[in-house]
């Protein structure tokens, strides 16, 4: 534990020494707003490292990440409108406030607690169980978030059959409003679709945003292949017919023992 606090001062001495008189221009000129970019790189960085399952990856982004909260802490010291300790302080007040089955004493099941955990918040000042939610957050995660929290009031489907049969209603939605042409119903009808989409990864337990990124990935990986194939025969893709690409597609998921050949593969994955 001391170690870890010697490093950790050792951190913040270096970041104030770079934001000082002597220290770089380029940290001295930066600003809460100029350092978003670069913080927001940092978090997805480290969510890539979980994902690819990298211990010293994950060890390097974290302490990147670090660098970027004492950095902004930093800036708030500067400004006098807060400072590290200040937000360390909170973060310890609210972790105990709203663990009051670990703090206080109180004793509740796993799905209580979670009820417990958006209560407190509502006393805490918030009107509404949607508060708080950042804008900016990817549009999965935020619906994901979203769902959840009108979950713990009982606003949820009894079990994923009910799920399952909002995903067809809404696909049957979505093929009127294409057949209708009218391109903001279109619009609103597929917003609908991923919506419902989210909510069944929440009954399966899993990470939309983890999920499609990893479909995303594999789908790169294999385009490339292709593409790699038709380089080593000098032809290019550009005049090749659709059903060549195909051939070649299937040829790469073949080799990856995924499944059979099949058609309509540049927007089919699996």
């Not at 902004?72 to 609210?94: C, M, P, V």
């Not at 950042?134 to 079990?159: H, M, N, S, Y």
């Not at 294409?178 to 391109?183: A, C, I, K, Q």
């Not at 294999?222 to 032809?235: C, I, L, P, T, Y």
Request: glycine share 4%; aromatic share 6%; hydrophobic share 35%.
């Amino acid at each position: 534990m001391t170690e870890n606090c010697k490093e950790f001062d050792n951190l913040v001495h270096i970041v104030k020494t770079l934001r000082g008189e002597h220290g770089c221009e380029w940290d001295k000129a930066q600003t809460h707003e100029s350092l978003t970019p670069y913080l927001l790189e940092e978090t997805y960085e480290v969510l890539e490292a979980i994902q690819e399952n990298k211990p010293e990856k994950l060890k390097e982004e974290l302490g990147d990440l670090l660098l970027h909260i004492v950095f902004q802490a930093e800036i708030g010291e500067e400004e006098q409108r807060f400072n590290l300790n200040d937000s360390i302080r909170t973060i310890n007040e609210k972790l105990v406030r709203r663990h009051p089955h670990v703090f206080n004493g109180v004793q509740a099941n796993l799905k209580e607690i979670k009820q417990n955990w958006e209560e407190i918040k509502l006393k805490e000042g918030r009107k509404s169980l949607m508060e708080g939610l950042p804008k900016t957050i990817p549009a999965l995660l935020q619906a994901r978030r979203v769902q959840e929290r009108a979950a713990q009031v009982g606003f949820d489907w009894d079990d994923i059959s009910g799920v399952w049969a909002k995903i067809k209603e809404e696909l049957h939605e979505l093929d009127e409003a294409v057949e209708s042409g009218n391109r903001e119903h279109i619009v609103e009808e597929f917003g609908d679709m991923l919506f419902a989409i989210v909510n069944l990864s929440r009954f399966l337990n899993l990470d939309p945003e983890a999920a499609l990124r990893k479909n995303v990935k594999k789908f790169v990986a294999r385009f490339q292949k292709v593409e790699d194939d038709f380089a080593s025969r000098g032809v290019s893709m550009k005049n090749a017919t659709l059903a060549d690409m195909d051939q070649v597609w299937n040829d790469v998921k073949r080799t990856e023992n995924h499944c059979q050949p099949d058609s309509l593969s540049r927007t089919e994955t699996e």
